[in-house]
């Protein structure tokens, strides 16, 4: 489903040597379709520039990426929509506050397809709409017309997970998406994620400094020190991890920096 063939992303390039940062170093990647993927890595190990160059945020230096067999190395963010759903740190990054959760739906469900004139409502878009949010168990479904930003940091981080998924994406991206969150609230979140990428097949990508939900979720783990993959456990290995061996992992890493976030997330 997406491939990564030797990737290469160099940040400060025309400034002095001691300023250039090289934030992914000949990467290569190969994630089955269907796969849940959690990346650790301290700060400054490329987990995000690796997204961002997926999402097409950020292009390569060199390199490519193939998303179902397309060539998307080259197309900008707008152009890779159809492919890829993404959920930033922020809850506030992914709808329009002003809008109504209706609203936010419907943009969400147009977003990959071909753009008209018509904007309408019809009863089975509404009914449709409602029986999402029934999923989320959040009581959201009769709040339809309500402005999604008196929604709860975690109610809106769960409602734009469904976005990110209404059109069917190849690939979704989740960034540290209940980093900003309270502990409680982030274990609803994370739970709603791992049903719906469950019950949808997602090929998923989920970067987090949570060790622990690291291991509990997906089916494949990745760690990234200095802008490469640096272990890759999938299957039995990866269900037989422990924390304790993460961090012997992290430890072997010189140039990962253990954080209080990354320490107290055991």
């Known amino acids: 489903m997406l491939k990564i063939n030797n990737v290469t992303k160099i940040f400060n390039k025309d400034l002095t040597p001691e300023d250039v940062r090289v934030a992914l170093d000949n990467v290569s990647l190969s994630i089955e379709e269907g796969e849940f993927v ?11 520039t690796l997204l961002n160059v997926i999402s097409g945020s950020v292009l390569p230096d060199a390199g490519q990426i193939s998303i179902n ?10 152009e890779r929509a159809k492919y890829i759903g993404i959920v930033f740190q922020d809850p506030l990054s992914g709808t329009a506050a002003n809008m109504s959760l209706e609203e936010n739906l419907a943009i ?5 397809r071909r753009k008209g004139l018509r904007w309408a409502f019809s009863k089975e878009t509404r009914e449709f709409f409602r029986e999402k949010l029934k999923t989320l168990n959040l009581g959201l479904e009769d709040r339809l017309t309500h402005k999604i930003g008196f929604l709860s940091g975690g109610q809106r981080q769960a409602v734009t997970l469904l976005m990110a998924t209404l059109g069917e994406p190849k690939v979704l991206l989740l960034d540290e998406h209940t980093a900003a969150l309270d502990p409680k609230t ?12 469950s019950q949808n097949k ?3 990508i989920m970067v987090t400094h949570n060790m622990r939900d690291a291991l509990r979720y997906g089916d494949r783990i990745l760690m990234l020190d200095n802008g490469r993959v640096v272990f890759d456990a999938s299957g039995a290995v990866k269900k037989k991890l422990t924390i304790e061996d ?3 992992k992290f430890e072997a890493a010189a140039d990962i920096e253990l954080t209080d976030q990354m320490l107290l997330a055991r």
Request: glycine share 12%.
């Open 186 to 197: 982030a274990r609803t979140v994370l739970s709603i994620t791992d049903e719906i990428v």
């Open 69 to 78: 067999g397309a060539d998307v190395t080259r197309l900008k963010e707008h």
């Open 38 to 48: 959690t990346v650790i890595g301290g700060n400054g190990s490329g987990k995000t």
């Open 108 to 112: 969400a469900l147009r977003r990959p």
């Open 202 to 204: 997602l090929t998923t």
């Open 246 to 248: 993460l961090l012997r």
